[in-house]
C-alpha cells in the first residue's frame, strides 16, 4: 500500500511545497472511517492527483470525493488516538502542494473490551547448610498476581470494572487471612457529554491535590466527579475509609464505620481566560490513631474532626508570574474523641510567588531561570483525615532559584523552619537555617570521539555545598530536656563518563557536624549529653560496562570514615562487588551473578573498648530458562536455578557465620486481552 506513496514523499521532499494549510484536530466517525470538507485548492485544481497520507501510510485506495466532501473507509480499525492527516495535490509537471497538515483523532468504538494478567512464581530449596540454621523454615515459597480490567462503551456512556490481586507465601509472619492482598479495585460508570463528563467509581478513588488539606488522599471509597468540557469547572465528592488497607477483607472494601470514614468535596473554578482559578475543599472524618498511616503502633483510641481550605491560583504575564494564596482551618480531636483534651481549633496557610523567563519577563543573561518563593505556617492544632502527614507548628519561609547558561545549571536553595511560631511560653521554639548551592555542567557540544573524551566518555560534573544550622534559645532547653545547637556543612563531587559501552562515575562527599550545645541537667542528674563533633568523608566509584550484546558488567567500590572527635573514636566502612549478566542462548538462557564484599572497623580512643573488625561476603548465581515465551492468550514459562552464599566474620571475637542455600523455580505468565 505504501510503495506509491513513498516514491511521491521522496520525490516532495526534493522539492518546494506551497505551506500547508494548518487545522484544527479532526474527530473520526469511528475506528474505520472519517471524513472532511476538501480545501478550495483542492477543488479549483482540476489536473491535480490528490493524495490522502496518515502517520505515513497512503491511503488514497481507500478515499473517494463525494461532491466537496473526502471519505476515508478503511478495511480494518485503526487503534485509538491521534494520527498526523496530511492531503497533497500532485501535478503532472512533477509539482507537489501540500493542502492540509490535521491532527485526526480515532475514538475508542463502541463495544466491550477485556484486558487480564496473571503471574505465578514458586521455588523450592533443594540443599542448605548449616542445616541447624534452617531449622522449622519453610522449604517453598510462592507468590503470584492477577489483574482484570473490562470496559463497556456505548456512545457517550462508559461501563468498567477492574481490580488488582496478591497472593505471598513468602512472609511467614503475616497471618494466613493477610497472605491474599488486593491493592486495587474499582466499579466505575462515566458520561462524555459536551458540556462536562462525569463519573462514579467505587473502589480506590483518589483525590489528586497536594495542597494543606490534602496530600494525594487515596483510600477505598465511592467518588463523584464532574469536569466541564471546558476545563475551568471541576467537582469531586467523596467518602472514604479513613485508615488505609491492601486487605480481602468485606467490611473494609466500603467505607461503613462511621469510626472509620472520611467524607468531603473539593471544587474549582477558573475564569474564561485561565488568568484566575479558585478552588476549596472539605473534609470531615474519623479514624482509628494506630491506622493514621504514621502512627506504626494499635492504639484503639478514635481522632477525627472536619477541615477546610479556601485557594486562588493566578498566572499572569503570559505564564512568567504564578501566585498562589491558601487558607485552611480544622476543628479536630488529636489525642480521642472522649479521651483527653476536647477538639481543639487551629489554621494554616501558605503564600507561593513563582517568577519565570519565557513570558512577558526576558531571560537576561541566561538560557532560561525560574524562582520560587513561598511562605507556609501551619497551627499547632490544624489537622485533616485527608493529610495526616502535614508537619504542625511551624513556620517556613523559603526561596528556590534554577537557571541555566549554554552547558551549566545552577541551583540555589535558601530556607528558614521555625517551629512554635505563636510564641507559646510553654513549647520551645526551634529554628533550621538551610543554604545550598548546586552547580552542573554537561556539555553538549563536546565531540566525544576527540581528545581524551574517547578513552574516558562524554563528561558531566556536578557539585554541591549545603549548610544547615539549628538552633534553641537556652531556656527552652529545661522545657525538652535537651539543647540544641549545631551545625553540618556538606561539599560534594560528583563526575560522570559516558561511552556507548562504557559509564563510570565518581563521587566524592565531606560532610562535618559541629554541635554547640550544653549539657542539660534535672538537678544533679545528667538528663542530656552534647553529641561529638564529626567528619564523615565518603568517596565511591562505579562503573557499567557492555561487553557485548550478550555480556554487562557493573562493579563498585565505596569508602566511608567518620570520625568523632569527642572521644577519638573512628568508624571506617568499605564495601566493593561485581555483578554480571550474560545472555546464553539469546531468547532461551541468561545467567546472572553477583559478588559482594564488606568490611566494617571500629577503632575506639577509650581503650576500655575492643575494637571491632566485621568482614561479610556475599554472592548469589542465577540461570534462568525461558522454556515457553508468552503470547496473547497461552502463558509463558520460565524455569530457574539459583543459589546464594554468605559469611560474616567478627575478627574480633572469633565468630566465623557461613549460610548457604539452592534453589529451584519456575514462574509462569499470562496475558489476555479481547477485542
Same mark, same amino acid.
Given at each position: 500500500?505504501?510503495?506509491?506513496?513513498?516514491?511521491?514523499?521522496?520525490?516532495?521532499?526534493?522539492?518546494?511545497?506551497?505551506?500547508?494549510?494548518?487545522?484544527?484536530?479532526?474527530?473520526?466517525?469511528?475506528?474505520?472511517?472519517?471524513? &472532511?470538507?476538501?480545501?478550495?485548492?483542492?477543488?479549483?485544481?482540476?489536473?491535480?492527483?490528490?493524495?490522502?497520507?496518515?502517520?505515513?501510510?497512503?491511503?488514497?485506495?481507500?478515499?473517494?470525493?463525494?461532491?466537496?466532501?473526502?471519505?476515508?473507509?478503511?478495511?480494518?480499525?485503526?487503534?485509538?488516538?491521534?494520527?498526523?492527516?496530511?492531503?497533497?495535490?500532485?501535478?503532472?509537471?512533477?509539482?507537489? =502542494?501540500?493542502?492540509?497538515?490535521?491532527?485526526?483523532?480515532?475514538?475508542?468504538?463502541?463495544?466491550?473490551?477485556?484486558?487480564?494478567?496473571?503471574?505465578?512464581?514458586?521455588?523450592?530449596?533443594?540443599?542448605?547448610?548449616?542445616?541447624?540454621?534452617?531449622?522449622?523454615?519453610?522449604?517453598?515459597?510462592?507468590?503470584?498476581?492477577?489483574?482484570?480490567?473490562?470496559?463497556?462503551?456505548?456512545?457517550?456512556?462508559?461501563?468498567?470494572?477492574?481490580?488488582?490481586?496478591?497472593?505471598?507465601?513468602?512472609?511467614?509472619?503475616?497471618?494466613?487471612?493477610?497472605?491474599?492482598?488486593?491493592?486495587?479495585?474499582?466499579?466505575?460508570?462515566?458520561?462524555?457529554?459536551?458540556?462536562?463528563?462525569?463519573?462514579?467509581?467505587?473502589?480506590?478513588?483518589?483525590?489528586?491535590?497536594?495542597?494543606?488539606?490534602?496530600?494525594?488522599?487515596?483510600?477505598?471509597?465511592?467518588?463523584?466527579? #464532574?469536569?466541564?468540557?471546558?476545563?475551568?469547572?471541576?467537582?469531586?465528592?467523596?467518602?472514604?475509609?479513613?485508615?488505609?488497607?491492601?486487605?480481602?477483607?468485606?467490611?473494609? &472494601?466500603?467505607?461503613?464505620?462511621?469510626?472509620?470514614?472520611? #467524607?468531603?468535596?473539593?471544587?474549582?473554578?477558573?475564569?474564561?481566560?485561565?488568568?484566575?482559578?479558585?478552588?476549596?475543599?472539605?473534609?470531615?472524618?474519623?479514624?482509628?490513631?494506630?491506622?493514621?498511616?504514621?502512627?506504626?503502633?494499635?492504639?484503639?483510641?478514635?481522632?477525627?474532626?472536619?477541615?477546610?481550605?479556601?485557594?486562588?491560583?493566578?498566572?499572569?504575564?503570559?505564564?512568567?508570574?504564578?501566585?498562589?494564596? =491558601?487558607?485552611?482551618?480544622?476543628?479536630?480531636?488529636?489525642?480521642?474523641?472522649?479521651?483527653?483534651?476536647?477538639?481543639?481549633?487551629?489554621?494554616?496557610?501558605?503564600?507561593?510567588?513563582?517568577?519565570?523567563?519565557?513570558?512577558?519577563?526576558?531571560?537576561?543573561?541566561?538560557?532560561?531561570?525560574?524562582? =520560587?518563593?513561598?511562605?507556609?505556617?501551619?497551627?499547632?492544632?490544624?489537622?485533616?483525615?485527608?493529610?495526616?502527614?502535614?508537619?504542625?507548628?511551624?513556620?517556613?519561609?523559603?526561596?528556590?532559584?534554577?537557571?541555566?547558561?549554554?552547558?551549566?545549571?545552577?541551583?540555589?536553595?535558601?530556607?528558614?523552619?521555625?517551629?512554635?511560631?505563636?510564641?507559646?511560653?510553654?513549647?520551645?521554639?526551634?529554628?533550621?537555617?538551610?543554604?545550598?548551592?548546586?552547580?552542573?555542567?554537561?556539555?553538549?557540544?563536546?565531540?566525544?570521539?576527540?581528545?581524551?573524551?574517547?578513552?574516558?566518555?562524554?563528561?558531566?560534573?556536578? #557539585?554541591?555545598?549545603?549548610?544547615?544550622?539549628?538552633?534553641?534559645?537556652?531556656?527552652?532547653?529545661?522545657?525538652?530536656?535537651?539543647?540544641?545547637?549545631?551545625?553540618?556543612?556538606?561539599?560534594?563531587?560528583?563526575?560522570?563518563?559516558?561511552?556507548?559501552?562504557?559509564?563510570?562515575?565518581?563521587?566524592?562527599?565531606?560532610?562535618?557536624?559541629?554541635?554547640?550545645?550544653?549539657?542539660?541537667?534535672?538537678?544533679?542528674?545528667?538528663?542530656?549529653?552534647?553529641?561529638?563533633?564529626?567528619?564523615?568523608?565518603?568517596?565511591?566509584?562505579?562503573?557499567? +560496562?557492555?561487553?557485548?550484546?550478550?555480556?554487562?558488567?557493573?562493579?563498585?567500590?565505596?569508602?566511608?570514615?567518620?570520625?568523632?572527635?569527642?572521644?577519638?573514636?573512628?568508624?571506617?566502612?568499605?564495601?566493593?562487588?561485581? #555483578?554480571?549478566?550474560?545472555?546464553?542462548?539469546?531468547?532461551?538462557?541468561?545467567?546472572?551473578?553477583?559478588?559482594?564484599?564488606?568490611?566494617?572497623?571500629?577503632?575506639?580512643?577509650?581503650?576500655?573498648?575492643?575494637?571491632?573488625?566485621?568482614?561479610?561476603?556475599?554472592?548469589?548465581?542465577?540461570?534462568? +530458562?525461558?522454556?515457553?515465551?508468552?503470547?496473547?492468550?497461552?502463558?509463558?514459562?520460565?524455569?530457574?536455578?539459583?543459589?546464594?552464599?554468605?559469611?560474616?566474620?567478627?575478627?574480633?571475637?572469633?565468630?566465623?557465620?557461613?549460610?548457604?542455600?539452592?534453589?529451584?523455580?519456575?514462574?509462569?505468565?499470562?496475558?489476555?486481552?479481547?477485542?
Amino acid at each position: 500500500m505504501g510503495t506509491r506513496l513513498v516514491a511521491l514523499l521522496l520525490l516532495a521532499a526534493c522539492l518546494q511545497p506551497a505551506a500547508a494549510q494548518q487545522a484544527g484536530p479532526l474527530t473520526a466517525i469511528d475506528q474505520r472511517s472519517f471524513s &472532511l470538507d476538501l480545501p478550495a485548492a483542492a477543488l479549483a485544481q482540476a489536473d491535480g492527483a490528490l493524495a490522502v497520507d496518515l502517520d505515513g501510510y497512503d491511503l488514497t485506495p481507500f478515499s473517494r470525493v463525494d461532491g466537496t466532501v473526502l471519505r476515508v473507509a478503511l478495511d480494518s480499525p485503526l487503534p485509538p488516538g491521534g494520527y498526523l492527516l496530511s492531503l497533497m495535490l500532485f501535478f503532472p509537471d512533477g509539482s507537489v =502542494e501540500v493542502l492540509l497538515d490535521t491532527i485526526l483523532q480515532v475514538p475508542v468504538g463502541d463495544g466491550m473490551t477485556h484486558s487480564a494478567s496473571g503471574m505465578l512464581q514458586a521455588s523450592y530449596r533443594v540443599a542448605e547448610g548449616p542445616a541447624e540454621n534452617f531449622a522449622g523454615a519453610d522449604d517453598t515459597t510462592a507468590k503470584g498476581s492477577v489483574s482484570y480490567q473490562g470496559e463497556r462503551r456505548s456512545g457517550a456512556w462508559r461501563l468498567g470494572a477492574g481490580a488488582g490481586v496478591i497472593y505471598d507465601r513468602y512472609s511467614q509472619a503475616a497471618p494466613a487471612d493477610e497472605r491474599w492482598l488486593l491493592p486495587e479495585y474499582a466499579l466505575f460508570a462515566a458520561h462524555e457529554g459536551s458540556v462536562a463528563a462525569t463519573e462514579l467509581k467505587a473502589g480506590n478513588v483518589a483525590v489528586s491535590q497536594d495542597d494543606l488539606l490534602f496530600s494525594n488522599f487515596q483510600r477505598r471509597g465511592v467518588a463523584l466527579q #464532574s469536569l466541564a468540557a471546558s476545563e475551568r469547572f471541576q467537582l469531586q465528592a467523596f467518602s472514604m475509609v479513613s485508615a488505609p488497607s491492601n486487605l480481602v477483607q468485606a467490611d473494609e &472494601l466500603l467505607p461503613r464505620d462511621s469510626d472509620n470514614r472520611s #467524607s468531603g468535596l473539593r471544587a474549582s473554578v477558573a475564569l474564561p481566560d485561565e488568568r484566575l482559578r479558585l478552588s476549596g475543599g472539605l473534609v470531615d472524618g474519623r479514624g482509628p490513631l494506630g491506622g493514621a498511616g504514621f502512627n506504626q503502633f494499635i492504639d484503639p483510641a478514635i481522632i477525627g474532626g472536619d477541615s477546610w481550605n479556601v485557594g486562588l491560583d493566578s498566572r499572569l504575564a503570559g505564564g512568567s508570574v504564578a501566585l498562589a494564596l =491558601e487558607r485552611a482551618g480544622s476543628n479536630f480531636d488529636v489525642d480521642g474523641i472522649g479521651v483527653g483534651a476536647p477538639e481543639r481549633s487551629d489554621d494554616a496557610m501558605r503564600a507561593t510567588l513563582g517568577l519565570a523567563s519565557g513570558g512577558a519577563f526576558d531571560s537576561g543573561p541566561f538560557s532560561y531561570w525560574s524562582a =520560587e518563593f513561598q511562605y507556609r505556617q501551619v497551627g499547632l492544632d490544624y489537622y485533616s483525615m485527608a493529610n495526616l502527614a502535614l508537619p504542625g507548628n511551624i513556620e517556613v519561609h523559603s526561596a528556590y532559584l534554577q537557571a541555566g547558561w549554554r552547558d551549566f545549571a545552577v541551583d540555589l536553595d535558601l530556607a528558614r523552619e521555625r517551629s512554635n511560631p505563636d510564641d507559646d511560653p510553654d513549647l520551645a521554639t526551634q529554628t533550621l537555617d538551610r543554604a545550598g548551592v548546586n552547580l552542573g555542567w554537561s556539555p553538549g557540544t563536546l565531540d566525544p570521539d576527540r581528545g581524551p573524551w574517547q578513552w574516558l566518555g562524554a563528561p558531566s560534573i556536578n #557539585s554541591w555545598a549545603y549548610r544547615y544550622e539549628s538552633s534553641q534559645p537556652d531556656a527552652d532547653a529545661q522545657l525538652v530536656g535537651f539543647d540544641v545547637d549545631n551545625a553540618t556543612d556538606e561539599i560534594g563531587l560528583a563526575l560522570t563518563f559516558a561511552r556507548a559501552r562504557l559509564n563510570w562515575g565518581l563521587q566524592l562527599a565531606l560532610v562535618d557536624y559541629d554541635d554547640r550545645s550544653d549539657p542539660v541537667f534535672n538537678g544533679n542528674f545528667l538528663v542530656y549529653e552534647p553529641p561529638s563533633d564529626s567528619r564523615n568523608t565518603q568517596a565511591s566509584l562505579q562503573a557499567s +560496562w557492555a561487553a557485548s550484546e550478550r555480556i554487562t558488567l557493573d562493579a563498585y567500590i565505596q569508602r566511608n570514615k567518620l570520625e568523632e572527635s569527642a572521644l577519638d573514636d573512628v568508624y571506617r566502612n568499605t564495601a566493593y562487588g561485581l #555483578s554480571g549478566n550474560l545472555i546464553v542462548v539469546p531468547n532461551r538462557l541468561t545467567a546472572r551473578a553477583g559478588l559482594n564484599f564488606g568490611r566494617d572497623h571500629s577503632d575506639f580512643g577509650n581503650p576500655q573498648f575492643l575494637a571491632e573488625r566485621l568482614h561479610s561476603r556475599v554472592a548469589d548465581l542465577q540461570l534462568s +530458562w525461558q522454556a515457553i515465551h508468552a503470547r496473547p492468550g497461552r502463558p509463558g514459562l520460565n524455569l530457574n536455578l539459583s543459589g546464594s552464599y554468605a559469611r560474616n566474620e567478627d575478627l574480633a571475637l572469633l565468630v566465623d557465620d557461613e549460610l548457604w542455600s539452592v534453589f529451584v523455580g519456575a514462574q509462569l505468565d499470562w496475558n489476555w486481552s479481547r477485542p
